[in-house]
């Protein structure tokens, strides 16, 4: 089992910044890759960014693209979602997930293709 605890989420507003924080821990695997994703009231959850453990690939949603970063740090089995130019659409519950793969790696987009996920933490952009 892993088990996945993010952290960050907060109030800000428009045009500023937070940094999401997921904590990853129990076992892992060698393939193993991670995702954001986020959900606004009433709306489905959406794919916001992956990254692959090992490669260090990342990918985008084009509604995040060159405003949010996603990194990870293997010494603290943690990967960062860095978040700028928020604006209020930005505002929903973000999720942290995970999932081992084999093969080679692609981005997983679709909420269904990861295995493991965090409580979600509240991000919240006023206008």
């Known amino acids: 089992q892993v088990q996945l605890v993010e952290s960050g989420g907060g109030l800000v507003q428009a045009g500023g910044s937070l940094r999401l924080s997921c904590a990853a821990s129990?076992?892992?695997?060698?393939?193993?890759?991670m995702g954001w994703f986020r959900q606004a009231p009433g709306k489905e959850r959406e794919f916001v960014s992956a990254i692959s453990w090992s490669l260090g690939s990342t990918n985008y949603a084009e509604s995040v693209k060159g405003r949010f970063t996603i990194s990870r740090d293997g010494a603290k089995n943690t990967v960062y979602l860095q978040m700028n130019s928020l604006k209020p659409e930005d505002t929903a519950v973000y999720y942290c997930?995970?999932?081992?793969?084999?093969?080679?790696?692609?981005?997983?987009?679709?909420?269904?293709?990861?295995?493991?996920w965090g409580q979600g933490t509240q991000v919240t952009v006023s206008s």
């Open positions: 129990g076992r892992t695997f060698s393939t193993y890759a």
């Open positions: 997930a995970a999932r081992y793969y084999f093969g080679s790696y692609y981005a997983a987009t679709k909420s269904n293709e990861y295995h493991y």
